[in-house]
């Protein structure tokens, strides 16, 4: 377990479970909703903020093609499952790593790759700040997100601001729409909204006393609401739709050795 930390937020993060968030403190207001008993079991449902790389999304039968192969890909990629080693550590601020194996590139992902996340505080705002460096010979696709579980007591008292209307229900086979208002997080909902970038989002949390503002970069195409979780409502900035490996919609394509950069950021305010 690692800990960063200033004079507004604490904050914990696991290298051995995915590098994932797993608390933010903020003035004694826990920010995450955190259930540790899924992790090694189902890391992405454990709470925190989970990194999905290198698809955030589902792939069609949790499999894909590359150069005439199929591999297979678990939801949310398998970054959320990786260990990452320590790059540096300082009081407010670390980076983390993991590599491309043998396994990973026979398995699922054929290519050699470093993937590295910083995090970040400034202020009362979390910075997330992600590198993925291409060591292969060929250009490689990734699509990736993250998963934040904000923690909330009375989700009807929730308000949003959120501008995208398009979206797809994967509470109901993944049927397309569009809302002519912001969602209620107040219902059940699994929608993956598509269409702003970059992406700002409020989360506005008066039972629990806390606002969050989510900001992306333009890399960012979709969102994901979810709401089904007891005591939590994610807020999943995605980089592109499901099943983007094989669409191609939302993937960014990273040449030879070459390496991208990406980020977004949490802003936390308290509320009266």
Not at 9 to 34: C, F, N, S, T
Not at 184 to 197: E, I, K, Q, R, T
Not at 234 to 258: F, H, R, V
Request: with cysteine.
């Amino acid at each position: 377990m690692l800990h960063i930390e200033n004079t507004s937020l604490k904050v914990r993060i696991m290298p051995e479970y995915g590098a994932m968030v797993a608390g933010i403190e903020m003035d004694g207001i826990h920010l995450l909703q955190m259930d540790e008993s899924y992790l090694g079991k189902r890391n992405a449902r454990a709470g925190g903020i989970p990194i999905l790389f290198p698809f955030a999304g589902k792939t069609e039968g949790d499999c894909y093609e590359m150069s005439g192969r199929r591999y297979q890909m678990p939801l949310h990629g398998f970054a959320k499952d990786a260990c990452f080693a320590v790059g540096f550590l300082e009081k407010d601020c670390c980076m983390l790593f993991f590599e491309s194996s043998e396994a990973t590139k026979e398995a699922c992902y054929p290519f050699d790759f470093r993937f590295e996340v910083v995090y970040e505080l400034d202020g009362s705002s979390l910075v997330t700040s992600v590198r993925v460096c291409n060591r292969s010979k060929e250009r490689i696709p990734c699509s990736l997100g993250f998963h934040p579980y904000f923690a909330t007591s009375k989700k009807e008292n929730l308000e949003l601001e959120f501008d995208m209307r398009e979206y797809w229900d994967y509470t109901n086979d993944g049927a397309h729409g569009f809302l002519e208002k912001p969602p209620v997080l107040a219902d059940p909902l699994n929608h993956v909204f598509w269409g702003s970038a970059p992406q700002k989002i409020k989360l506005i949390n008066p039972t629990d006393g806390y606002m969050a503002a989510l900001t992306t970069d333009s890399s960012f195409q979709a969102a994901t609401l979810c709401t089904v979780f007891p005591g939590a409502c994610c807020i999943e900035p995605w980089q592109g739709l499901p099943n983007c490996a094989a669409t191609g919609i939302g993937t960014k394509w990273i040449e030879s050795g070459c390496s991208q950069g990406f980020c977004y950021r949490i802003d936390f305010s308290r509320l009266p």
